[in-house]
């Protein structure tokens, strides 16, 4: 069993920056981890992805050169620095993990999920 913590969540202008982190426990030994954002109205939608080596990463074209995912593997976190943040990018950010070792983009390829937190961008 895993269990995900997502934080650094709040509340930024547009143009800021925040760093999000996810604390896993439990076994995540070779998993691929993943970050999820649902927005208010709207589908829960893939944001970044992250090999367990760290040597491969995917992102969404809405965020590519804005965001990056990182993970340390000793403290058993994963993380996604979000640069240059714009008002839709407002949404409650989910981090996952999954039982293989090979990026996904579709929520279902995720077998854990955290609680979320919550991301909002003023304008």
């Known amino acids: 069993q895993v269990q995900l913590a997502e934080s650094g969540g709040g509340l930024v202008q547009a143009g800021g920056s925040l760093r999000l982190s996810c604390a896993a426990s439990g076994r995540t030994f070779g998993s691929a981890m993943g970050w999820f954002r649902q927005a208010p109205g709207k589908e829960r939608e893939f944001v970044a992805a992250?090999?367990?080596?760290?040597?491969?990463?995917s992102y969404a074209d809405s965020v590519k050169g804005r965001f990056t995912i990182s993970r340390d593997n000793v403290k058993n976190t994963v993380y996604l620095q979000m640069n240059n943040l714009k008002p839709e990018d407002t949404a409650v950010y989910y981090c996952a993990a999954r039982l293989f070792d090979n990026i996904a983009t579709r929520d279902f390829s995720y077998n854990y999920w955290g609680q979320g937190t919550q991301v909002t961008v003023s304008s």
């Open positions: 992250i090999t367990w080596k760290g040597d491969t990463t």
